[in-house]
């Protein structure tokens, strides 16, 4: 051992034993704000679209569930190239492992076909928010004997031909209720740009219109931005609101269908909310939980308890840089949450982009990894879009030139397992997980880098109280107590042994 690790290290124990030493300090008992990293994370494939072509934004829109997948690409053209923003949606399923295209569906001249995407079973709902000269549609497809059918066109309610809805500009479904927002839509009476969203019943093969506004609209709000649905309950995101938060706060609006008709019930805001945050830019619904985004600020999680919606968290990426695009979409399943941040630069650069994986557990939401693509490159634009189904994440990259040239998009596939006994801890700090390198079973390389030093002895100490090493203590139970717990017996066992190996 080299005198300046010696030197260290016996500092380092000194603390470790209750002593004071000058410059240092004990933290015993001080919780992390490391990632508990629970849930790893592996790239299993790269989808790039197999006719692509540059400025088709392939991966614009994503939407997962089970083994299928729909991606829009909302720039694509027609075969001859002479007319862009034609857009096109691309469905893949996965067999044995594997994912492959299966359909392509296409838009006319100038309708941005793909816009929006959403999944359930077997139907699909895809905006076209630049049709009709930008008035907007969607279309609803549905899967029957492995093809997939155009089953129903819809348009929105109050329209002037002259000025732009954006119908279809956000789509969501739940079994035979659609929610359709129209950002744009001044309606009558008219309000510029206030926006509407619309909800699509359908009951014995015909289908009802409900236009949804908010009580206190006024211009320029852009309600309808995000939506989301499910059973009796809807979701209107209004990201440029102004409320007691300020301009362009944002809010979320909630309405609630009661004996076949919709009403108003809520309106959410940020309990810190403040002017230009874009809250409810994005929108993910599970059950009882709703995730809203914030327009490069964090998102939000709110949950529903006797009929009222509160707010009970606020997600922070551990890096997160004020630059970022934190909340660029957001993607919701079960107790696992997925936030894209499009403009994120590390670690491939600036707007390269990458995905946050948190998972709640206990009642508190805490960060378990961060996905970034493994060819990624600056201005790619990866979390633009986001989905998740169960243990699978999908990531759209829509600005990605790799294989099909400039903005030409791609999505990317990850399986997102839970770590289980015997798989090894995740990282401690993030960055590459611990190792076991003489294979007793415990993990004293800390930072991963193959070798066991007094760095790893140090990152232990300050670390050792964390939800990284706490939940894992198993493989860090170095003194070999029983049962298994990370107490400061650990620490001085690890120094130990670092002191009876040749540094």
């Not at 997939?148 to 002037?160: D, G, I, Q, S, V």
């Not at 409900?210 to 499910?230: I, N």
């Not at 400039?406 to 190792?435: C, H, I, N, R």
Request: zero cysteines.
């Amino acid at each position: 051992m080299s005198q300046m690790s010696r030197r260290q290290a016996l500092q380092l124990l000194a603390v470790a034993g209750g002593l004071s030493v000058a410059g240092e300090s004990a933290t015993a008992g001080a919780r992390s704000d490391a990632m508990t990293n629970s849930v790893a994370a592996t790239q299993t494939t790269k989808l790039p679209a197999s006719d692509g072509a540059p400025k088709e934004y392939f991966g614009s829109a994503v939407a997962i569930e089970g083994d299928r997948a729909l991606i829009g690409a909302e720039g694509d053209a027609p075969d001859t190239r002479d007319t862009e923003d034609n857009g096109a949606a691309y469905t893949f399923e996965r067999s044995d492992g594997s994912w492959s295209q299966q359909t392509k569906r296409k838009g006319g001249a100038n309708e941005n076909f793909g816009s929006a995407v959403a999944l359930d079973g077997d139907t699909a709902l895809i905006g076209l928010h630049s049709a009709k000269g930008l008035i907007g549609r969607a279309r609803l497809y549905e899967w029957a004997s492995g093809s997939l059918n155009l089953r129903e066109k819809f348009t929105p309610e109050h329209f002037t031909p002259s000025l732009s809805a954006r119908f279809g500009n956000s789509v969501a479904l739940d079994g035979d209720t659609l929610l359709i927002g129209a950002p744009r839509e001044w309606g009558d009476p008219p309000v510029v740009k206030a926006g509407a969203a619309y909800v699509f019943e359908r009951s014995n093969d015909e289908w009802n219109r409900t236009r949804l506004v908010a009580d206190d609209r006024t211009e320029d709000e852009y309600f309808g931005r995000a939506v989301a649905v499910s059973g009796d309950t809807a979701f209107v995101g209004v990201p440029f609101s102004e409320t007691s938060n300020g301009y362009k706060a944002g809010s979320v609006y909630v309405f609630e269908r009661s004996g076949g008709s919709w009403s108003q019930a809520a309106k959410l805001t940020a309990d810190d909310g403040d002017i230009n945050d874009s809250f409810g830019e994005s929108l993910a619904l599970e059950g009882s939980t709703i995730l809203i985004g914030s327009g490069g600020d964090s998102p939000y999680v709110f949950e529903r308890s006797d009929g009222n919606w509160s707010q009970q968290a606020k997600l922070t990426a551990t890096d997160r840089d004020e630059d970022d695009a934190f909340g660029s979409d957001v993607a919701l399943d079960g107790t696992t949450a997925l936030i894209g941040d499009s403009f994120d630069a590390d670690p491939n650069g600036p707007l390269a982009g990458s995905a946050y994986v948190f998972e709640k557990s206990d009642g508190n939401w805490s960060q378990q990894t961060k996905l970034s693509a493994d060819d990624g490159d600056p201005n790619d634009e990866f979390g633009y879009s986001v989905a998740l189904s169960g243990d699978t994440a999908l990531v759209g990259a829509f600005l990605d030139e790799d294989p099909h040239g400039l903005k030409a998009g791609s999505a990317y596939v990850f399986d997102l397992s839970e770590g289980s006994e015997g798989d090894g801890p995740g990282p401690v700090v993030g960055g590459d997980p611990p190792t076991d390198p003489d294979g007793d079973g415990l993990y004293e390389d800390i930072d991963g880098d193959g070798e066991f030093t007094i760095g790893d002895v140090q990152l232990f100490f300050q670390y050792r109280d964390s939800d990284a090493i706490q939940d894992n203590a198993e493989f860090f139970n170095f003194s070999r107590g029983e049962p298994a717990e990370v107490t400061i017996a650990d620490v001085q066992e690890l120094f130990q042994e670092l002191s009876n190996t040749d540094e």
